[in-house]
């Protein structure tokens, strides 16, 4: 079968790397030894690997805004987006609702436990505080809404200067609060804008890395190298590093663009379904493991390499059998 001509293999392929970074993030969540190298090095390397979704994001709005309607646009980002984000939000949502209120929630707004049915779950929707990743809808929203604005940025392209400051602000603003969904929108907004800027002008920035690849290749590692320890101003740091990554891995998978494992592409495919259901996994597994079977690792290495394979063998499978049983309706179930 042809391919359309927008398609963009190594951006394809992309969002496969992507989604890696995004789990192997999230399987560190609640280690206690945060000292040892083995966590250092894991947690620095996939920490915040949302700069990479958020950039993909940006970089096929502005690929694919020939012929933008933004009615039309609304419509599928709630049929592909927010219609799965309500269906995966419910079970977590029940036991967060009927269980008591955990102690992270009351830490976030102590009257938590004294609000209404109605306005807890109003409030865990808006700020996806319901389970660990799903603060990334409300946000990304956020960027649906603003489209014309930002599609008024790219059909004037000297308004890409804008992103000078936005980099500023992101440094200034760096990622905490997750919750706070205002203020994670003004952080990624420099990540969003410059996705849109490496494809608008994505023939230009391959004739650049083609020509300063060597010099950007060592900048990169140096970075990722620096991040490796505890140093002032860390946040920014690591917000760097994920930027530079993006320029790295689109220049590097455009080059060995016939090298790249093909599983890279099968995750890319159902990349948004591992998004939203991977978390699920990731508490199921640790729970199995640690309270069922009573197994106790020690090493963060083999233990983040044991979840890691085993959050994304049955996140794939479950979303195999979704899809085998739904068919294409399952992209409106749990997002692919």
Same mark, same amino acid.
């Given at each position: 079968?042809?391919?359309? /001509?927008?398609?963009?293999?190594?951006?394809?392929?992309?969002? +496969?790397?992507?989604?890696?970074?995004?789990? +192997?993030?999230?399987?560190?969540?609640?280690?206690?030894?945060?000292?040892?190298?083995?966590?250092?090095?894991?947690?620095?390397?996939?920490?915040?690997?949302?700069?990479?979704?958020?950039?993909?994001?940006?970089?096929?709005?502005?690929?694919?805004?020939?012929?933008?309607?933004? /009615?039309?646009?609304?419509? /599928?980002?709630?049929?592909?987006?927010?219609?799965?984000?309500?269906?995966?939000?419910?079970?977590?949502?029940?036991?967060?609702?009927?269980?008591?209120?955990?102690?992270?929630?009351?830490?976030?707004?102590?009257?938590?436990?004294?609000?209404?049915?109605?306005?807890?779950?109003?409030?865990?929707?808006?700020?996806?505080? @319901?389970?660990?990743?799903?603060?990334?809808?409300?946000?990304?929203?956020?960027?649906?809404?603003?489209?014309?604005?930002?599609?008024?940025?790219?059909?004037?392209?000297?308004?890409?200067?804008?992103?000078?400051?936005?980099?500023?602000?992101?440094?200034?603003?760096?990622?905490?609060?997750?919750?706070?969904?205002?203020?994670?929108?003004? @952080?990624?907004?420099?990540?969003?804008?410059?996705?849109?800027?490496?494809?608008?002008?994505?023939?230009?920035?391959?004739?650049?890395?083609?020509?300063?690849?060597?010099?950007?290749?060592?900048?990169?590692?140096?970075?990722?190298?620096?991040?490796?320890?505890?140093?002032?101003?860390?946040?920014?740091?690591?917000?760097?590093?994920?930027?530079?990554?993006?320029?790295?891995?689109?220049?590097?998978?455009w080059r060995w663009d016939a090298h790249v494992p093909k599983i890279t592409g099968f995750l890319a495919e159902i990349s948004f379904g591992i998004f939203f259901v991977h978390f699920y996994f990731v508490i199921g597994l640790r729970y199995l493991q640690e309270r069922v079977l009573h197994i106790e690792i020690r090493e963060i290495v083999l233990y983040w390499s044991i979840?890691?394979? +085993?959050?994304?063998?049955?996140?794939?499978?479950?979303?195999?059998?979704?899809?085998?049983?739904?068919?294409?309706?399952?992209?409106?179930?749990?997002?692919?």
């Amino acid at each position: 079968m042809a391919q359309s /001509k927008t398609y963009l293999n190594y951006i394809h392929n992309f969002r +496969g790397v992507a989604i890696i970074f995004v789990v +192997g993030g999230h399987i560190l969540y609640g280690w206690h030894d945060k000292s040892s190298i083995g966590y250092q090095i894991i947690n620095s390397v996939f920490q915040n690997g949302t700069v990479l979704f958020i950039f993909i994001a940006g970089y096929l709005f502005q690929h694919l805004s020939r012929g933008f309607e933004y /009615k039309s646009y609304l419509e /599928k980002k709630v049929t592909n987006v927010l219609l799965p984000y309500l269906i995966v939000s419910l079970p977590i949502l029940l036991v967060r609702l009927y269980s008591g209120a955990p102690d992270y929630l009351v830490e976030l707004e102590p009257d938590y436990a004294h609000w209404s049915v109605a306005h807890r779950c109003f409030w865990l929707l808006i700020t996806g505080a @319901h389970l660990l990743p799903l603060w990334f809808v409300p946000m990304i929203t956020l960027f649906y809404l603003c489209a014309p604005l930002l599609l008024a940025i790219d059909r004037r392209p000297r308004y890409y200067w804008v992103l000078i400051l936005l980099v500023i602000v992101s440094l200034l603003v760096p990622r905490k609060e997750l919750e706070n969904i205002p203020r994670m929108f003004i @952080h990624f907004l420099s990540v969003y804008v410059f996705g849109m800027f490496c494809s608008h002008y994505k023939n230009e920035l391959l004739e650049f890395s083609k020509r300063w690849w060597q010099p950007m290749t060592a900048l990169t590692v140096v970075v990722v190298i620096a991040s490796l320890f505890k140093i002032p101003l860390y946040d920014q740091m690591m917000y760097v590093q994920k930027m530079l990554l993006c320029w790295f891995f689109i220049y590097w998978l455009w080059r060995w663009d016939a090298h790249v494992p093909k599983i890279t592409g099968f995750l890319a495919e159902i990349s948004f379904g591992i998004f939203f259901v991977h978390f699920y996994f990731v508490i199921g597994l640790r729970y199995l493991q640690e309270r069922v079977l009573h197994i106790e690792i020690r090493e963060i290495v083999l233990y983040w390499s044991i979840q890691f394979i +085993g959050v994304m063998v049955t996140t794939s499978l479950f979303i195999w059998v979704m899809q085998k049983i739904f068919g294409k309706r399952s992209r409106m179930l749990i997002g692919c």
